[in-house]
Antibody, heavy 117, light 108 residues
Framework: EVQLVESGGGLVQPGGSLRLSCAAS????????MHWVRQATGKGLEWVSA???????YYPGSVRGRFTISRENAKNSLYLQMNSLRAGDTAVYYC???????????WGQGTMVTVSS | EIVLTQSPATLSLSPGERATLSCRAS??????LAWYQQKPGQAPRLLIY???NRATGISARFSGSGSGTDFALTISSLEPEDSAVYYC??????????FGQGTRLEIK
């Protein structure tokens, strides 16, 4: 079964750091671009980062310089290192896969990140 | 950044009726548009990619149309399980990806 499972969410203070993980199974992980998408409670979807099959990385302005996406193909794993966290980063974080230039066809179940003192 | 505007914000229809959801882009995205369905407490699910192609396992009741700046998701003969929020997404100006704000579909 093709599956993505996120972990690592939790409560963190403003200015703190957190590292999310996404474990992939059931497909050839190295062949796919991978993404993080977040959703604040009751709000819409926001693309947070992407990493290509060659390790190229992309971010929107809202997280660039604070978040770092990485992958470890040997472990079928995707990561998101989040630094200098703000209250506005509070959300459920999903990982998702896509073929290069294509839509997000598989999503994980999400992991909750709460930034609060 | 390309802005996607979805309308209406909420749509309330009865089982068996036809739903048409709209997504308008602030500039042309060619056919690089996808639609997702999200039910409460669940992750989004891909319905339509490249504007009009159904994803694997998606019912033929779901269809997508449009190109350039105007797109539509049509759900024929609504069923109670179609109650969800629907999002459009563009990848035209990769690496910038944006989503619409969503349309909530309620089945009476």
């Amino acid at each position: 079964e093709v599956q993505l499972v996120e972990s690592g969410g939790g409560l963190v203070q403003p200015g703190g750091s957190l590292r999310l993980s996404c474990a992939a199974s059931g497909f050839t992980f190295s062949n796919y671009d991978m993404h993080w998408v977040r959703q604040a409670t009751g709000k819409g979807l926001e693309w947070v980062s992407a990493i290509g099959t060659a390790g190229d990385t992309y971010y929107p302005g809202s997280v660039r310089g604070r978040f770092t996406i990485s992958r470890e193909n040997a472990k079928n794993s995707l990561y998101l290192q989040m630094n200098s966290l703000r209250a506005g980063d509070t959300a459920v974080y999903y990982c998702a896969r896509s073929m290069t230039g294509r839509a997000f066809d598989i999503w994980g179940q999400g992991t909750m990140v709460t930034v609060s003192s | 950044e390309i802005v996607l505007t979805q309308s209406p914000a909420t749509l309330s229809l009865s089982p068996g009726e036809r739903a048409t959801l709209s997504c308008r882009a602030s500039q042309s995205v060619s056919s690089h548009l996808a639609w997702y369905q999200q039910k409460p407490g669940q992750a989004p699910r891909l319905l339509i990619y490249d504007a009009s192609n159904r994803a694997t396992g998606i019912s033929a009741r779901f269809s997508g149309s449009g190109s350039g700046t105007d797109f539509a998701l049509t759900i024929s003969s609504l069923e109670p399980e179609d109650s969800a929020v629907y999002y459009c997404q563009q990848r035209s100006n990769w690496p910038s990806i944006t989503f619409g704000q969503g349309t909530r579909l309620e089945i009476k």
